[in-house]
């Protein structure tokens, strides 16, 4: 098992532009979700989803946009980036809400 | 509000010696308590989960311990390793009314062992 996997490690851009954060589990897990982390802070939720074809915002969700096609695959959409979006981003499942969250390596993102 | 505090901010030990970590939280209603432990560039990986009606818990040299009453617990490491620097980071768990369950994070203990 490869757990949950994101791409890419790390990733520059420009503002304004877009991107999207790959995530992906091979656990079968029903819950995934996407959390920013920033120093002096707890990890934020951005969006999260309890199973395929259903998603909902977490406490910081503007800026960003999720689909949810399979329960393997949990893209994260930036839609127009901006400095206030630099930041560490992770994803992670679990196979049920509630349930013990495995965390992938993160992507770094800077945007200047 | 729904608030988990951690204590102290950082901490900075001898290889071999003990440390004891703090987490408060003000959550309700509340499921569970978690300690993830945080390696530098990785994301969190669980320590221990702990439930309402469970005092203490091991992993290995690490012990977590809960008292619902003060909404306090503590992750205890005996004979600090320098792979035991990392950030420690506390999770509360509530159970929303809709059924699904959020997740509030501490801020974490940065914790630096030294040779």
């Known amino acids: 098992n490869a757990g949950v996997t994101q791409t890419p490690k790390f990733q520059v851009l420009k503002t304004g532009q877009s991107m999207t954060l790959q995530c992906a589990q091979d656990m079968n897990h029903e819950y995934m979700s996407w959390y920013r982390q920033d120093p002096g802070m707890g990890l934020r939720l951005i969006h999260y989803s309890v199973g395929a074809g259903i998603t909902d915002q977490g406490e910081v969700p503007n800026g960003y946009n999720v689909s949810r096609s399979t329960t393997e695959d949990f893209p994260l959409r930036l839609l127009s980036a901006a400095p206030s979006q630099t930041s560490v981003y992770f994803c992670?499942?679990?196979?049920?809400?509630?349930?013990?969250?495995?965390f992938g390596p993160g992507t770094r993102l800077l945007v200047l | 509000k729904n608030q988990v505090e951690q204590s102290p901010q950082s901490l900075i030990i001898l290889e071999g010696k003990n440390c004891t970590l703090q987490?408060?939280?003000?959550?309700?209603?509340?499921?569970?308590l978690r300690w993830y432990k945080q390696d530098t560039g990785r994301g969190p990986v669980s320590l221990t989960i702990?439930?309402?009606?469970?005092n203490t818990k091991s992993n290995g040299r690490y012990t977590a311990t809960l008292d619902a009453d003060t909404k306090q617990s503590s992750l205890h490491i005996t004979a600090s390793q320098l792979s035991d620097s990392a950030s420690y980071i506390c999770?509360?768990?509530?159970?929303?009314?809709?059924?699904?369950?959020?997740?509030?994070f501490g801020t974490g203990t940065r914790l630096k062992v030294l040779a």
């Open positions: 702990m439930t309402f009606s469970e």
């Open positions: 987490c408060n939280y003000t959550v309700s209603p509340f499921s569970n």
């Open positions: 999770v509360v768990s509530a159970r929303w009314t809709s059924g699904t369950y959020k997740y509030i």
């Open positions: 992670a499942s679990s196979p049920y809400t509630g349930g013990t969250q495995y």
